[in-house]
Nanobody, 120 residues
Framework: QVQLVESGGGLVQPGGSLRLSCAASGSIFRINDMGWYRQAPGKERELVAS???????TYTDSVKGRFTISRDNAKNAMYLQMNSLNPEDTAVYYC??????????????WGQGTQVTVSS
């Protein structure tokens, strides 16, 4: 079994910054694609940013230039640096990972989510 644990959420004023972390643990051979998703109240979950094992990144248009996704393959960890936050960024942020386990089976995992609230 694999667990993903997010941390780093909280309340921040508009224009502020937060850094989210996602730590994976358990029966892990390798983690392929990883991503950050978010879900605001009354809205569907959306992909915010993704990163491949090799470090290729993608971003949704609304966060380009403000958010930076990164990962540390040795630590099975992923990060999201969020700058210039605005109220529209308020949501629960979820970590997602495509994990190859020790039996070489690929499965998709989600973290429990961390709340980000941008408000004055």
């Amino acid at each position: 079994q694999v667990q993903l644990v997010e941390s780093g959420g909280g309340l921040v004023q508009p224009g502020g910054s937060l850094r989210l972390s996602c730590a994976a643990s358990g029966s892990i051979f390798r983690i392929n694609d990883m991503g950050w998703y978010r879900q605001a109240p009354g809205k569907e979950r959306e992909l915010v940013a993704s990163i491949t094992y090799g470090g290729i990144t993608t971003y949704t248009d609304s966060v380009k230039g403000r958010f930076t996704i990164s990962r540390d393959n040795a630590k099975n960890a992923m990060y999201l640096q969020m700058n210039s936050l605005n109220p529209e960024d308020t949501a629960v942020y979820y970590c997602n990972a495509r994990v190859i386990n020790m039996f070489l089976v690929t499965q998709n995992y989600w973290g429990q989510g961390t709340q980000v609230t941008v408000s004055s």
